[in-house]
């Protein structure tokens, strides 16, 4: 749920600069349709992960899957591949995720 919701988001983000001759008022009315049903997976899906993980964890997991959906839409609607510095920047993410998820060092 957290996947779909991050792929919902960052399409909401980002589809628009697709259509820049779009008015502004057009393209923020149709992201917040997409934003609407974004919450509407996001919100069930913290309720269902905090059950199991901590509030950082659930927010550490929101980043990752924030920074990959945003690869995938941006190389599919933009067809921007990563390139190394990204593949470095998001895999220093994923370090600090590892710490979260790790516990308590020492």
Request: charge should be positive; aromatic fraction near 16%.
């Amino acid at each position: 749920m957290l996947a779909g919701s991050n792929l919902l988001m960052n399409t909401a983000w980002y589809w628009h600069l697709k259509v820049p001759g779009k008015a502004l008022w057009l393209v923020v009315l149709l992201s917040w349709g997409i934003a609407f049903f974004e919450y509407g997976i996001a919100v069930p899906a913290n309720r269902i992960g905090a059950r199991v993980y901590s509030l950082e964890q659930l927010k550490v997991i929101q980043e990752f899957m924030s920074l990959l959906s945003f690869v995938l839409v941006a190389w599919a609607l933009f067809g921007q591949k990563p390139g190394w510095n990204e593949v470095v920047g998001f895999s220093l993410v994923g370090a600090g995720a590892w710490f979260i998820f790790k516990g308590p060092l020492g």
